[in-house]
């Protein structure tokens, strides 16, 4: 498993965030972390969160398929699409839980055993607030020193996302005595639960 944080380690929340705003229900984010059954399902799990879609985010549509992907040579990384409402859980807030439990933003095109560029740690940016949040918050967390090695996660403009195959989609839910996701995903939510209790759904 992908050791995402030193269990001594505290991630701050960001000091730059985007207001809630009281006339909008619902905003869009696309994060990349590795694998994303795990990053789904850590998201799926918070409260203010409405939907989370697997996908892949980088590159062209016509390579935008799980066999070409796998290549690493197209250009896309393996994402999720979270739509959730502002005035329940801030931009901020969801970066938060990125970079404690969902993934580990110091492996360069690597999560866990899985290699490639398609696995890289990447925010997708759609607005120049999220560009300006994401930005101050690495930069935040770097000069914190919270992380024992650099911060690798790269900040990028989201051309388009496209949803994976269906089979992949709710993957941890369907399939939760596969060997990976017992190994790799579940101690995520387990992480998720013990920092972030406050924002687990049902809770």
Known sequence: MAACVSSAAVIPPPAVDIPADGGR???????????FWGVEAVFEHLKGVKDVVSGYAGGSPNTAHYE???????????????????SQISYGKLLQV????AHDPTELNRQ???????????????????????EAYIQQLTEAKVFR???????????????????????????????????????????????????????
């Open 68 to 86: 070409m992907v796998g290549t690493g040579r197209t250009g896309h990384a393996e994402s999720v699409q979270i739509t959730y409402d502002p």
């Open 112 to 134: 866990g055993p899985d290699e490639g560029t398609q696995y890289r740690s990447a925010i997708f940016y759609q607005s120049e607030e999220q560009k300006r949040v994401a």
């Open 149 to 203: 090695s650099p911060i690798v996660t790269k900040v990028a403009a989201l051309p388009a996302f496209y949803p994976a195959e269906e089979y992949h989609q709710n993957f941890i839910q369907r399939n939760p005595d596969n060997a990976y996701v017992i190994y790799n995903d579940l101690p995520k939510l387990s992480q998720l639960k013990k920092r972030f209790p406050e924002l687990v759904k049902g809770r």
């Open 98 to 101: 990125y970079f404690s439990v």
């Open 25 to 35: 229900q619902q905003a869009v984010a696309v994060l990349a972390g590795g694998c």
